[in-house]
């Protein structure tokens, strides 16, 4: 079978995580009668490969995910039966499928994540097995592309349900796994398939003669064929991610499960409305986030008005009213996803670990998009927090649900049923330089803060700083390539505007401020050394008063940091720590058992908690004993001895 | 088939929900070697049947039980599929059977509170309709007795999986209904096809030759036999129930299932231990409280003192550590059961309505096992609460799960799938009246205080009161069949043992106080009146300092009554609504949407809400505004315009 395809464009990369190529495909966008298109700054990104992190806090998670989570990877794949299914598939056997339906996605996202790791430094071990799962891909997929080990062991017909079955959603992981893969190590062992099953699926969705209608139940496929148009510059597979995404909210799964519309709420699979249509993020959250990442790639294109609005809001609902302090979104266990307004519970926050990527996915997709350092805020807060906490300090053990208080019974697992949120967290970890820079034209943005080297294309960037611990960040440029722009410094929206920053020891009191940015707009020569001082109080975020389970609490925060306080730490239990409003509390020493990650110390009050005392009583004046007290930062919470833990903390 | 049994003892009745008989059954009771047996008081509670409510808090609710939950009841089971479950077993089906495995038990309950309704007085229609389904449960039995649905139609070999298929329970509740139907009306129609289940049952299970253990996954089946045992007068059936109890913990569910022992926990099922090991109240709720409503059954026989011991440390664990301040039990979802000490959610909190019913049962059975007032308060709180939150106030829709609070989004359903709850809140309402009086040899025990009438065998009592919106009491005796007795009123915990009391409206100064009663001893004559004045403030309620979601609140109660501040009477968001110290909060006017229902006024303050607001922000000094703010019974909620409710509230 011959595929008609354009050569690849030279460094066309991907727009999520480190494109190099521009940010817009310059595919022709606006079909007749669509409205006007906005100018947007639409930044490129600067590739997580040309990105090295040598700091304190992110490299290790690096090194530990390197190290113990993709070896880990690959050792529940084989036990959990995914590496058996492309077997059985690839012997065309016709039953002993295991797992649920979406199991190859935990695959190919595992090769995802490894890929990552690859394109920052050669790894053979990992190389290696990459490559065996790769041939067995190729081996179990079937002469025209198709491969989906569960439709072909039990003998589906295939895409016969894609609002439950995952298929598209799988086949959208083969290729995201497919274009990192090719892009780190040049090789095409992942490429092949994913182009041959991406065809496929082209040929058959779509509104050509002979073609079908149709969108997954769960997106992820818009995502990557967005990726996949941009690394091969074939428009083909933007034009069907954007099919897909348009054909949604056609409400087809009403139609296919024989629903009466009247009795339909299709929010669950985001196909409640069509997708312009969009007034909140709501239902399932993982999937609203992959949505809502797809059609901000389409409005990167397009610059389309109504999707831009669309957009806004969605974005306006669930940072204002529909996501945690620890950076997460989605409330509720019953659909993983969004329930009402201000419905962020503690105890019973869900904060799947993928939505919170999702999110962070979003934000960073967003931020390029408008040049706008707000949405930076958000990416920054879930990849220190929720993010961070999805996985062990060992690497090896993973949260899928992220509650914000435990009873000290909420701990992680080496893997689960359903295994999306381990592999993501990998990829996620191993791809994170891809979100802290991004360039235009003249323009050098710095959007994260972290210790190492960046490799922009306008120049190379020399950062060393002890973020997010300590606020100083001292930039050194070398090797300007084009001797005048701008290096524009995100100012954190936490540091509420507060920046003292120098340029070769002077003052630049003359740096603007645009969209959240400090412009230093100059001359450049190769060593000149820009010094910027954040300043990094602790804070007590309240938050707001409809948000019932943290009325009358405090959550403590410095910099990007939100704390919790876990039960191992203090000396009385944390349910009764109080946080007076007058008492001061202080940056304290490293946790040498949390890879070193400074704790905030201070004093409290404790209300008595006896356990003589009854479970009920009428209210009587507390006789508050002072105690010390401990917050660690939430990303790094269950790694030492099992208790209670809390975000949210009684406020005096 | 000949049964043999004794005939049934004149009078003999139901230990649980008022039975004349004496309170222990007579039969011989320690088999050698087993520990000596304590001195008990040992109460007979006053039959229900001879208990009429005429006040203006339950008898409404009995009014709309008998008028609107009954028949809604025998609806539903015609709609779910009930009925022609048995219609299929009568026909000999094999097929068309619906539903889960315990589908019998809700209409074997619902004939239990049909039953209860025709035992306060007679209603052609819903005794026909009884008798039309236990014409049809006849029908549906095997020559040999055995009568289940679901193995009849489903061909499955009987006793099969005791664990799972609640085979015993719903035994249990056939055997349960039948008895309160021949108590009610004397007709055999549900008792014989009881007995003879009962007799085969008899014949599976024991220690005897050819017969087998085992014990269901679900307790009912132990406190059905020993009714049964009381009501005939048959030693068999209390064998039986204490065979169940005893061979419960030896783990046999383990070996059923090829579980290893080391890897099994059967706390969900209560079978991690014996009966008379354990701990703490564990597992799931209400198998909790049916196991330790058998267990005290037994002990009120035995003396038993390993078991009492048992009783002592599940009661303590359940109401010092375990119980909601609504009066229910059971705080996860998880498991429908116990978690950890002090684990009380509020949002998430599941108290089921039959655990909270199982509760006030066992609470009942305690208080009249020591003849201690203190069990009683947690019937009270119960019952007053909990039990009656699980019923809408036009009777037609219940609540499975009772959380402490809720976004506006939990309300109550017309059946469920599992559909335990609804006829099990039909037979307490019905059966009501039996938890209020107790006798012993020459006292007359007043439990709870519901204006009307009660023929307790020593005297007549006529109640006039405004319970439980007023604390003052007047009991008035009649016709004293002995002229020497104690009367002895509960003075109930939430009182402090303030109590005014006056005989013919002289201060009974020289009254007694034993065991949480104030003992009225005298020699007594027609019309002799007591007074009996509770005084009713309302309190402010604060939890153990370890319920770590109702930190830094209060919970409103006045007399029995626990308060809940909804929605629709406020004039600010409720999550923002803070209950000041020293503000005054009164008892406000009836709620007439509530029938009658007395409410709570007084000044609150509202943190600011305004939606402009930032989700998250740094703390700053609130300016809190003056609202007034109206609580309302929680018995009571979810009746009016849908909205967020709170128990626990912000304290300032």
Redesign the interface.
């Known amino acids: 079978m011959t595929v008609r395809r354009r050569e690849f464009l030279a460094g066309a990369t991907l727009p999520l995580l480190g494109a190099t190529r521009s940010w817009t495909l310059g595919f022709p966008t606006a079909p007749p009668g669509e409205p006007a298109a906005a100018p947007l700054p639409r930044l490129r990104p600067v590739s997580y490969r040309q990105v090295r992190l040598r700091d304190s806090f992110w490299a290790p998670r690096q090194r530990i995910n390197r190290e113990a989570t993709v070896p880990h990877l690959f050792r529940e794949l084989e036990r959990a039966g995914h590496v058996s299914n492309f077997e059985r598939a690839a012997a065309r056997a016709k039953e002993g499928y295991r797992g649920p339906v979406y199991m190859d996605s935990d695959l190919y996202k595992s090769l995802d994540a490894a890929a990552y790791v690859l394109g920052l430094e050669p790894n053979a071990g990992i190389a290696e097995h990459v490559d065996k799962l790769a041939a067995l891909i190729r081996a179990a997929q079937q002469p025209d592309g198709y491969v989906n080990t569960c439709y072909q062991v039990k003998g589906r017909t295939r895409f016969s349900n894609l609002r439950d079955d995952h298929e598209l959603y799988c086949a959208g992981h083969l290729i995201e796994a497919a274009v990192t893969h090719h892009q780190a190590t040049g090789s095409r062992a992942l490429l092949d398939p994913a182009l041959r099953y991406a065809d496929l699926i082209d040929r058959t969705f779509g509104k050509g003669p002979g073609q079908r209608g149709g969108y997954c139940g769960h997106p992820e496929i818009e995502l990557a064929l967005i990726r996949l148009a941009g690394h091969t510059g074939d428009r083909r597979y933007y034009d069907l991610a954007r099919f897909f995404v348009e054909q949604r909210g056609t409400k087809q799964f009403a139609v296919e499960h024989g629903v009466p519309l009247d009795r339909y709420d299709g929010t669950y699979f985001l196909d409640q409305c069509r997708i312009r249509e969009h007034t909140a993020i709501a239902g399932h959250a993982v999937r609203a986030g992959y949505l809502f990442c797809a059609a901000s790639d389409l409005a990167a294109e397009t610059g389309d008005l109504e999707m831009l609005a669309m957009l806004d809001r969605v974005w306006q609902s669930a940072?204002?009213?529909r996501?945690f302090?620890t950076g997460g979104m989605g409330s509720s266990h019953h659909n993983e996803g969004f329930?009402?307004d201000?419905?962020l519970?503690?105890?019973?926050a869900y904060q799947e670990s993928c939505a919170t990527i999702s999110l962070a996915m979003l934000a960073h997709r967003l931020g390029l998009l408008h040049g706008d350092a707000r949405y930076i805020d958000v990416a920054e807060r879930a990849l220190y927090n929720a993010v961070l906490a999805g996985v062990s300090l060992d690497g090896t053990r993973f949260f899928y649900v992220n509650p914000l208080?435990s009873?000290?019974?909420h701990h992680r697992e080496p893997w689960y049923d359903t295994a999306c949120c381990p592999p993501n967290l990998a990829r996620i970890v191993a791809g994170l330089g891809g979100y802290a820079y991004a360039t235009a034209e003249r323009d050098v943005y710095v959007n994260l803060f972290v210790q190492g080297t960046a490799d922009t294309g306008l120049a190379r960037l020399e950062v060393m700083t002890e973020y997010p611990w300590d606020g100083r960040i001292t930039i050194t440029l070398r090797e300007p390539k084009t001797s005048s722009f701008a290096l524009r410094v995100r100012v954190p929206g936490w540091s509420a505007g507060d920046v003292v920053s120098r340029v070769n020891g002077q003052p630049s009191t003359d740096a603007a401020r645009e969209r959240g940015y400090l412009v230093l707009r100059r001359t450049w020569k190769d060593g000149d050394r820009v010094e910027v001082e954040l300043p990094m109080p602790v804070?007590?975020?309240?938050?707001?008063?409809?948000?019932?389970?943290a009325?009358?609490?405090?959550?403590l925060a410095r910099g990007p940091i939100v704390y919790c306080i876990e039960q191992c730490d203090q000396q009385a239990?944390?349910?009764?720590l109080?946080v007076p409003?007058g008492e001061e509390l202080r940056l304290g020493p490293a946790e040498p058992r949390l890879l070193g990650a400074r704790t905030l110390t201070g004093t409290a009050r404790?209300?008595?908690?006896a356990s003589s005392?009854?479970?009920?009583?009428?209210?009587?004046p507390r006789q508050p004993r002072s105690v010390p007290i401990k917050a660690v930062p939430y990303g790094f919470w269950d790694n030492r001895e099992p208790g209670?833990m809390?975000v949210w903390i009684?406020?005096g």
Not at 345 to 348: A, I, R
Not at 539 to 549: D, K, M, S
């Open positions: 940072t204002e009213r996501s302090v329930t009402s201000y419905d519970p503690t105890y019973g208080a009873m000290g019974t804070r007590r975020l309240e938050a707001h008063p409809l948000v019932a389970e009325a009358g609490r405090v959550a239990p944390v349910s009764t109080v409003a404790s209300l008595e908690g005392e009854d479970l009920y009583r009428e209210q009587r209670p809390q009684l406020a």
